[in-house]
């Protein structure tokens, strides 16, 4: 268990919607990364917060948005939400802001599936 | 084009063989992570390798990391079927932004 919760675990929704994906990072983890796992991309980074604010972005869709709250839990929400869209979302922690000595830790995921 | 690239893509094998695979970049790393990932998980980190030439050794896994920083690989020695899974290798690049980057993994199956 890597102390990372994830919520849902599946979502089946339609094209067009909006959906909320949530994270509680690892206690003590002050970084929380989303990643989207698809079976021709592989694992690519969305987004990066780091104790409440936006630390670095990657491959995130203007569609798509996430925040970090107080509590360090994040969200990532997903609009106007496209067939392509359908994916593993990955939140991982770590306890610092740069992810390169620090490992990352994965929740199961949230498996998106966009009808 | 993908930073890191992972082959094979996809290895099957019996029990007791040994196994290499291979993650390649033109681009140098100041650390590089292997992960595992089973079927309905998140990748769970195995090692990290930060300095050129290293070698870390897990049980029956041995990672090393190229004198250049540019490429690693992770040998299993005698595979179990419970070393089946994804392997992916995730690096950070120098002065970069520190987000670890993903190949796309080798997916291995070891049968009994």
């Known amino acids: 268990d890597s102390g990372v919760t994830q919520t849902p675990k599946h979502l089946i929704t339609a094209t067009g919607q909006r959906v909320t994906l949530r994270c509680s990072p690892r206690s003590g983890d002050l970084s929380v990364y989303w990643y989207q796992q698809s079976l021709d991309q592989g694992l690519q980074f969305l987004i990066q917060y780091y104790n409440g604010e936006e630390r670095a972005k990657g491959n995130i869709l203007e569609r798509f948005s996430a925040q970090q709250f107080p509590d360090l839990h994040s969200e990532l929400n997903l609009s106007s939400l496209e067939l392509g869209d359908s994916a593993l979302y990955f939140c991982a922690s770590s306890v610092e802001g740069t992810g390169g000595n620090s490992p990352l830790h994965f929740g199961n995921g949230t498996r998106l599936t966009v009808t | 084009t993908q930073l890191l690239e992972q082959s094979p893509q996809f290895l099957s094998i019996q029990e007791g063989e040994n196994l290499t695979v291979y993650c390649n970049s033109s681009s140098v790393f100041s650390s590089l992570q292997w992960y595992r990932q089973e079927p309905g998980e998140g990748p769970v980190l195995l090692v990290t390798v930060v300095t050129g030439g290293e070698v870390k050794k897990l049980k029956r896994l041995t990672f090393q990391f190229g004198d250049a920083r540019k490429d690693s690989s992770l040998h299993i020695t005698a595979a179990q079927p419970g070393d089946t899974g994804l392997y992916l290798c995730?690096?950070?690049?120098?002065?970069?932004?520190?987000?670890?980057?993903f190949g796309r993994g080798t997916s291995l199956i070891v049968h009994p």
């Open positions: 995730a690096g950070v690049t120098t002065g970069g932004s520190y987000i670890p980057t």
